[in-house]
């Protein structure tokens, strides 16, 4: 499994609340991506990392920030939770870059926002 | 803009029947395609990338650069590729995957 682990794995919280979901990899892989998966709009890039401190915005970066102060670590914060942030969150790492390379996935997390 | 369509939510076929997922893009450079599948409880993962020209599980996909489409499709289907299916374009100038809204395949006995 490419060495990726995402916590927590499930997450209920309430609206206004923030959320930060962590995304671990053991790869050393250069590119860490943040995506949302929603039943009719399959799977939306968030933001993504091209390197230490490198990060850069994807489709449905608002009301999301991403923060990488490690080669191994890639971290998604909710500042203020809303309902419409329901959804399942995917981590995913490439060696180079994702035009050029397979994406490996982690297992997700699902995050319920009441 | 890049776009993937994937114009079925759902295919369902019974085991042995042909299985064609279709998917259309737009872009006006050259694309990477990719097709990534999800199965029950697993990760997400690469089934096959048109570069490579390669069967996986006995799928292909050909890029048809004329229809703008990278159907991905298999002769006899079995119940294991009952899956979500995920077409994903790429260009060498950007760092991104565009993925479309997915097709589940159903394999019934």
């Known amino acids: 499994d490419a060495g990726i682990t995402q916590s927590p794995r499930h997450k209920v919280t309430e609206t206004g609340t923030p959320v930060t979901l962590r995304c671990h990899q053991t790869?050393?892989?250069?590119?860490m991506y943040w995506y949302r998966q929603d039943p009719g709009h399959g799977l939306r890039l968030i933001h993504y990392s091209y390197g230490v401190k490198d990060t850069d915005k994807g489709e449905v970066s608002d009301g999301y920030s991403v923060s990488r102060s490690k080669t191994e670590d890639f971290l998604l914060t909710l500042e203020s939770a809303t309902s419409s942030q329901t959804s399942v969150y995917f981590c995913?790492?490439?060696?180079?870059?994702?035009?050029?390379?397979?994406?490996?996935f982690g297992p997700g997390t699902r995050l319920t926002v009441l | 803009a890049q776009r993937v369509t994937q114009p079925e939510k759902l295919l369902s076929v019974f085991k042995g029947a042909p299985v064609e997922l279709k998917c259309n893009y737009s872009y006006s450079g050259s694309p990477e395609l990719f097709w990534y599948v999800q199965y029950s409880r697993q990760r997400l993962q690469l089934l096959l990338r048109h570069i490579s020209r390669e069967s996986i599980k006995g799928f292909t996909a050909d890029l048809n650069k004329g229809e703008t489409s990278f159907h991905l499709k298999k002769p006899f289907a079995q119940e294991e590729d009952s899956a979500m299916y995920y077409c994903?374009?790429?260009?060498?100038?950007?760092?991104?995957?565009?993925f479309g809204t997915g097709t589940r395949l159903q394999v019934f006995p």
């Open positions: 994903a374009l790429s260009s060498y100038n950007t760092d991104k995957l565009i």
């Open positions: 790869e050393n892989h250069r590119y």
């Open positions: 995913a790492i490439s060696r180079t870059s994702g035009s050029a390379d397979t994406q490996y």
